[in-house]
């Protein structure tokens, strides 16, 4: 078992930047690789990014490119998404997910690949 723990979360100003951080703890070594996905109020979750935890490959959704970036802390086991220029639209749950296999990258957008997952945090991006 992973467990995942998300924190940095919070309200922030259009403009306005963020550091999410999801600490992994459990059976990590078998962590193939991390997803930020997010769930806006009425909308679907979705994939933000997408990190190889040992290559440090990264993926982007459009809602990531360019403003997201997403790194990782192998020796802490931890893994991040730095937003900036945040946007009202980007308000919205934000999860960590864990997959424990390669996928396509037709795959990436599959919740159900992903084997383990935070229990999220808010962010609230006022205008």
């Known amino acids: 078992q992973v467990q995942l723990l998300e924190s940095g979360g919070g309200l922030v100003q259009a403009g306005g930047s963020l550091r999410l951080s999801c600490a992994a703890s459990g059976r990590t070594f078998g962590t193939y690789a991390m997803g930020w996905f997010r769930q806006a109020p009425g909308k679907e979750r979705e994939l933000v990014a997408r990190?190889?935890?040992?290559?440090?490959?990264?993926y982007y959704a459009d809602s990531g490119k360019g403003r997201f970036t997403i790194s990782r802390d192998t020796a802490k086991n931890t893994g991040y998404l730095q937003m900036n220029s945040l946007k009202p639209e980007d308000t919205a749950v934000y999860y960590c997910?864990?997959?424990?296999?390669?996928?396509?990258?037709?795959?990436?957008?599959?919740?159900?690949?992903?084997?383990?997952w935070g229990q999220g945090t808010q962010v609230t991006v006022s205008s």
């Open positions: 997910a864990a997959g424990s296999g390669p996928l396509t990258i037709n795959q990436y957008r599959d919740q159900s690949k992903y084997d383990y």
């Open positions: 990190i190889v935890w040992s290559s440090g490959g990264t």
